[in-house]
DNA sequence: GTAAACGGTCAACGGATGTAGAGTGACTTC
DNA sequence: GAAGTCACTCTACATCCGTTGACCGTTTAC
């Protein structure tokens, strides 16, 4: 379903584009999302949008086009960079926690998320601006010829928790409130992160 | 490639059947664990295993069939429903890397672990007999009314772990050695499964 | 040795999908 | 108000894939 209803007639030219290329949008995130790239097709997303498909490839040039601009991480790594020792396993569980509540970022987050095993442009993304770049912020906070190795696995954990709770539902994660979650496993992360103490 | 050249005249059928089935999967394996369920076809399956699409579909019915019998999960949880509560950490590490040692076997737990997000099939079974199962083990070793959750999180940290060195291949979790991850993350874990002390 | 059983192949159907190109009518610009 | 631009649609092509049914030749059983 369509958040506006598309193409509707009588609008300046730059009002109706805008808003038919954002429900083409919002469809293609919320199918990518659920049933992943490959059983995406072009003619659904259309369907789901009220246009036509060949109008989806104008705006969108391709498929991978239309996958590009719907599956993204939106995470500013600002806090985490700036975080102490101590305070990196919280900003980092704040910071997956709070990119899952708006449903629409959650649902670009988990478009990306859902294809980053079988679609090579979302591992690009994945491994790049989701897992390799905070993890250099935080391997230079923790520092020492282990950091990276730790940062990594610190990476590796908030991944294998996301995936738990949004994709996979494994029904304790998925019943556990946030604050359960935080509660658990930022003194298990600080033991990652700071093993001294 | 197929291990044996398949279909050799002169064998008694019993054999032949058994040689064939079997590189049939594991050209399956090696194709479902690179390239996913829906890249794979069933095509390019049976040249790699030197056959007859056709006798693919006579052996397995389905490429839903085809995909059972290649992607599985072989690890015998004994050793985890004996463990202590000390124990449990080093024991998951040691049957998750235990499971990626011997090549066929990594093959068919790729396959099912890469499509697991993507696949129906491939959710069920990682769900119930990788993370549930396991799960209810180790939460009765804890006990207490966080039991199961801390189960479930541990269940989650060993999936990102092994999404983030087999599947995504983040370059420091690949490069380091068993030893090291085990060293870093089994006192980490301790610290998951027993809050105490 | 003859007939059934079985491993294996061949050719083809039916459907779905990404994509291209021509066309249409409303809005914009002068 | 006429010409042009632009959002949008229609139709269709080419390809590829899972799946099927008939067929062939070797091995088994009597």
């Known amino acids: 379903?369509?958040?506006?209803?598309?193409?509707?007639?009588?609008?300046?030219r730059e009002e109706r584009r805008r808003r038919t290329e954002a429900?083409?949008?919002?469809?293609?995130?919320?199918?990518?999302?659920?049933?992943?790239?490959?059983?995406?097709?072009?003619?659904?997303?259309?369907?789901?949008?009220?246009?036509?498909?060949?109008l989806v490839m104008q705006y969108f040039k391709n498929k991978e086009g239309l996958f590009g601009a719907s599956a993204r991480w939106h995470v500013d790594h600002k806090k985490l960079s700036e975080a102490t020792l101590d305070?990196?396993?919280?900003?980092?569980?704040d910071d997956l926690f709070a990119g899952f509540e708006d449903p629409s970022r959650r649902d670009s987050a988990i478009a990306l998320l859902r294809n980053c095993l079988t679609h090579e442009a979302?591992?690009?993304?994945?491994?790049?601006?989701?897992?390799?770049?905070?993890?250099?912020?935080?391997?230079?906070?923790?520092?020492?010829?282990?950091?990276?190795?730790?940062?990594?696995?610190?990476?590796?954990?908030?991944?294998?928790?996301?995936?738990?709770?949004?994709?996979?539902?494994?029904?304790?994660?998925?019943?556990?409130?946030?604050?359960?979650?935080?509660?658990?496993m930022t003194p298990v992360l600080q033991a990652l992160v700071d093993p001294e103490r």
């Open 87 to 93: 305070e990196v396993p919280r900003t980092a569980l």
């Open 122 to 184: 979302a591992l690009d993304v994945m491994r790049e601006e989701v897992m390799c770049e905070p993890q250099a912020m935080v391997a230079a906070t923790i520092g020492g010829v282990e950091g990276e190795l730790r940062a990594g696995l610190l990476g590796a954990t908030m991944i294998g928790i996301t995936i738990a709770r949004y994709l996979l539902k494994i029904p304790v994660v998925v019943e556990a409130s946030r604050e359960q979650i935080e509660q658990i």
């Open 23 to 54: 429900a083409i949008v919002e469809a293609a995130r919320e199918q990518f999302a659920e049933l992943g790239f490959e059983r995406t097709t072009i003619r659904s997303v259309a369907a789901a949008a009220g246009v036509d498909p060949a």
């Open 1 to 12: 379903m369509p958040a506006s209803p598309a193409h509707p007639v009588g609008l300046p």
